[in-house]
């Protein structure tokens, strides 16, 4: 609307004349309309990566069955992931040349995801030999795939750490991702295997700057949107690094995103102790990534003298022989650090820990063992959970299930835990969840509990 203005009226008295009066509003009326109105369609889209709970129901996958061949889910330890915001295009690309921009493109605004909405998975290189290749991974159900692990050369520099097996499950993710075009895929880099030389990559301006470049080569040529850091595990000297490093990469993903117009992300796994957040900078590096991957498992196992439960949501208030700790307190001391809920995604395994206990209470738990290894969902199962030898037991305070049979006494997660999880997420805000490792759980039952709860659906 056209407004009369005191100069505007000034002008009209002093004037004294209609032909200057109409002159004015005529360019009063020339300058009101040529102002461009803001658009609805000019501002960024919310995540495509982000889940709506008004979705269409899940689709079930198409899994092989479970077989304990090698490769097996006992085999593949979970120590490699603990001890391990969305691009709605896709690329099979596998030129190391970054995409040409435009001059006319525009600095790209990432989209940002409502807390709660975030399902993540971890895939392993050794998920193929297990029986889950690329092609059975059920998409609908995720918004990010982190693909485990690149290695870091001894020059910096990210490489295959199984170049022929990488490439073929690479290959296989791209057409994932062509039929899923609102999925995330990211490299994770390092893990329990491969993070040697992280630190020697962290220390100084030059190789930080080697080492983000090498993100991107890598990214641009195997087609993923993203990195994420699994440095297991930043000493006390590495804690400023860490951030420069985290710095330099998110850099570098900011000018790639600049010359093609589409966002890029950088995530990284948090352990879930204070130790791991006394060597890092945690609000920091918050600010650095996406999100962080709370690694909310191995809150005991092997490393121990006393079987006990892998991943309890809360404390068993009960005299324990050992240490003591939850999921929900490691929560807690990412967010009494610094760390926002919506930079926090809780990891949960699709694993557990079976142990040779030979002395102990009645129902196994807090027994000395001799020896003690981890075991993936299908195979407790398939294995123990059918067997009538095996008394079921569920903690009423931790929240998690076990096994115990007179002398095995088994960790895990199961349906309602997982679940129970995902609700404890959404009830603190976090930014959603995930899982190490999806080849574990091959008919994703586990992850559908936990999204169902996660979206309240």
């Not at 080697?210 to 595990?233: K, M, N, P, R, Y």
Request: contains cysteine; proline residues 5%.
């Amino acid at each position: 609307m056209l407004k009369l203005t005191p100069r505007t009226a000034r002008w009209l008295i002093i004037g004294g004349s209609a032909a200057v009066a109409l002159t004015v509003a005529l360019v009063f009326l020339f300058t009101a309309f040529s102002q461009p109105e803001s658009s609805e369609e000019s501002r960024s889209p919310s995540s495509s990566s982000s889940l709506s709970s008004e979705e269409s129901s899940e689709s079930s996958s198409t899994s092989s069955s479970e077989s304990e061949s090698s490769s097996s889910s006992e085999s593949s330890s979970s120590s490699s992931s603990s001890s391990s915001s969305s691009s709605s295009s896709s690329s099979s690309s596998s030129s190391s040349k970054a995409p040409e921009s435009s001059a006319s493109e525009a600095t790209p605004v990432k989209p940002t995801s409502k807390p709660g909405k975030y399902v993540v998975g971890y895939y392993a290189s050794w998920a193929t030999g297990s029986g889950l290749p690329p092609s059975s991974i059920d998409a609908s159900l995720l918004t990010h795939l982190n693909y485990a692990f690149a290695d870091i050369s001894s020059q910096n520099k990210l490489v295959l750490a199984n170049p022929t097996t990488d490439r073929n499950n690479f290959k296989g993710l791209r057409s994932l991702k062509e039929a899923n075009p609102h999925l995330v895929t990211l490299i994770s880099v390092g893990g329990w295997d491969y993070s040697t030389n992280f630190s020697s990559a962290a220390s100084t301006a030059s190789s930080r700057a080697t080492f983000a470049q090498s993100c991107v080569d890598f990214i641009v040529e195997h087609g993923f949107d993203g990195v994420d850091l699994d440095w297991e595990f930043p000493s006390a000297s590495d804690r400023k690094n860490f951030t420069l490093l985290l710095r330099e990469v998110r850099s570098k993903l900011d000018e790639l995103s600049a010359k093609n117009g589409r966002p890029y992300y950088l995530t990284i796994a948090g352990a879930p102790n204070r130790s791991f957040l006394n060597n890092i900078e945690p609000q920091a590096v918050a600010s650095l990534v996406d999100y962080i991957f709370l690694m909310g498992y191995d809150m005991h196992g092997p490393w121990d003298n006393y079987a006990d439960l892998t991943a309890p949501l809360y404390p068993a208030n009960e005299d324990s022989p050992h240490y003591a700790n939850s999921v929900s307190e490691a929560v807690q001391l990412y967010l009494n650090a610094g760390v926002s809920a919506s930079k926090i995604v809780l990891g949960m395994p699709l694993y557990g820990y079976r142990y040779s206990v030979y002395d102990g209470r009645d129902d196994g738990l807090f027994g000395s063992f001799s020896s003690a290894k981890s075991i993936g969902f299908d195979l407790i199962k398939k294995n123990y959970l059918s067997d009538s030898s095996f008394d079921q037991y569920y903690h009423s305070d931790a929240r998690v299930p076990y096994l115990f049979d007179g002398e095995t006494f088994i960790s895990y997660d199961d349906e309602d835990s997982v679940a129970e999880k995902a609700s404890y997420a959404r009830s603190k805000g976090l930014a959603g969840i995930g899982a190490w490792e999806l080849s574990h759980n091959k008919n994703f039952q586990l992850l559908k509990s936990a999204r169902r709860a996660l979206l309240n659906s």
